[in-house]
């Protein structure tokens, strides 16, 4: 399995709105069909820079998925987001590949 994280820092002049655009474009995402699902999370830091962090992270089932949505997806979908926000917010980007997952062995109900 791999993860696709993009991690993104926004302007708080635009934060609301970013929010509401990115419920839309986390489902263009997925909607590519190389992805099976996506969280979307707030790194709990204070920025030195200001504004608010977030992760988002799309799992794909195999390394062909996620190098098919750079070639037939990616360019599009991050110039819509560089369309809306590009200079309100910076965006990086890493690969993770799933090595093992863990799970307690003791879980009491």
């Known amino acids: 399995m791999y993860i696709y994280n993009v991690t993104i820092n926004i302007n708080e002049a635009v934060h609301?709105?970013?929010l509401t655009w990115?419920?839309?474009?986390?489902?263009?995402?997925?909607?590519?069909?190389k992805f099976t699902s996506a969280k979307f999370t707030e790194v709990l830091v204070d920025e030195e820079m200001g504004g608010k962090t977030y992760s988002i992270q799309y799992t794909a089932n195999t390394r062909e998925d996620l190098d098919d949505y750079y070639k037939e997806d990616a360019d599009r979908l991050r110039r819509e987001s560089l369309k809306k926000f590009a200079d309100?917010?910076?965006?990086?980007?890493?690969?993770?590949r799933l090595i093992k997952e863990y799970y307690p062995t003791n879980i009491s109900n």
């Open 16 to 18: 609301e709105e970013w």
């Open 22 to 33: 990115m419920e839309t474009h986390i489902m263009d995402v997925l909607n590519t069909g």
């Open 88 to 96: 309100k917010m910076l965006t990086f980007r890493t690969e993770l």
